[in-house]
């Protein structure tokens, strides 16, 4: 079991960053591969980017490519998305998830999720 707890969401004007924060629990949490994905008022659930266990492989969305990066700190526990020059179509409830081994762009091959940390961006 994995439990995942985000953090570092807020409102900021556009062209600004955020780091957030994903904080998961338990011994085997460098087994697993991570992903992010968001939710925009409206609209599905969409892929952002995903880490494999190792951090030696990663992968984004076209949209964020070159503006979002993530990484992880295994012997923290925890996952990052930072995220520079947003726009205000990156508003959303952006979410963190835990997959065994390797990381996927579909959101029904995750296995555990945290709650969600809020983004908004001002124009």
């Known amino acids: 079991q994995v439990q995942l707890v985000e953090s570092g969401g807020g409102l900021v004007q556009a062209g600004g960053s955020l780091r957030l924060s994903c904080a998961a629990s338990?011994?085997?949490?460098?087994?697993?591969?991570m992903g992010w994905f968001r939710q925009a008022p409206g609209k599905e659930r969409e892929f952002v980017a995903a880490i494999s266990w190792s951090g030696g492989v990663t992968y984004a969305t076209d949209s964020v490519k070159g503006r979002f990066t993530i990484s992880r700190d295994n012997a923290k526990n925890t996952v990052y998305l930072q995220m520079n020059s947003l726009t205000p179509e990156d508003t959303a409830v952006y979410y963190c998830?835990?997959?065994?081994?390797?990381?996927?762009?579909?959101?029904?091959?995750?296995?555990?999720w945290g709650q969600g940390t809020q983004v908004t961006v001002s124009s």
């Open positions: 998830a835990a997959r065994r081994y390797s990381g996927s762009y579909y959101d029904y091959e995750y296995d555990y």
């Open positions: 338990g011994r085997t949490f460098s087994s697993y591969a």
